[in-house]
């Protein structure tokens, strides 16, 4: 499974962002999606998921209200609509695909991760 995310860029406080993750090479409708952040010096971090079907969704605290995932299994692409932007936004995008339909929060429960896309939110 291939994973290729885009749509990243630098952006001031309060703008948006489209993330795209394109993936092939196996059937995308049977994979949960989810996507992790890594801001530097830190951890990576989970920021939203849905399952196979886009009937379960949930997202971290932090993100939660100004950012939407959804997928679009007939483009085999996965989104992640980022409103409200803030300064502590900033970090390295990752899609990834998870072990199971249902999505996942955990980064073990990974089976295929994207290069991930910077995001930069300018104060």
């Known amino acids: 499974v291939q994973l290729q995310a885009y749509g990243g860029g630098l952006v001031q406080a309060g703008g948006s962002l489209r993330l795209s993750c394109a993936v092939s090479?196996?059937?995308?409708?049977?994979?949960?999606m989810a996507w992790f952040r890594q801001a530097p010096g830190k951890e990576r971090s989970f920021v939203a998921t849905?399952?196979?079907?886009?009937?379960?969704?949930y997202y971290a605290n932090s993100v939660k209200g100004r950012f939407t995932i959804s997928r679009d299994n007939a483009k085999n692409t996965v989104y992640l609509q980022m409103n409200s932007l803030k300064p502590e936004d900033t970090a390295v995008y990752y899609c990834?695909?998870?072990?199971?339909?249902?999505?996942?929060?955990?980064?073990?429960?990974?089976?295929?991760w994207g290069q991930g896309t910077q995001v930069t939110v300018s104060s």
């Open positions: 849905i399952s196979s079907r886009g009937e379960i969704i």
């Open positions: 090479g196996r059937t995308f409708s049977n994979y949960g």
């Open positions: 990834a695909a998870g072990r199971t339909s249902l999505g996942t929060s955990l980064s073990s429960a990974i089976d295929y």
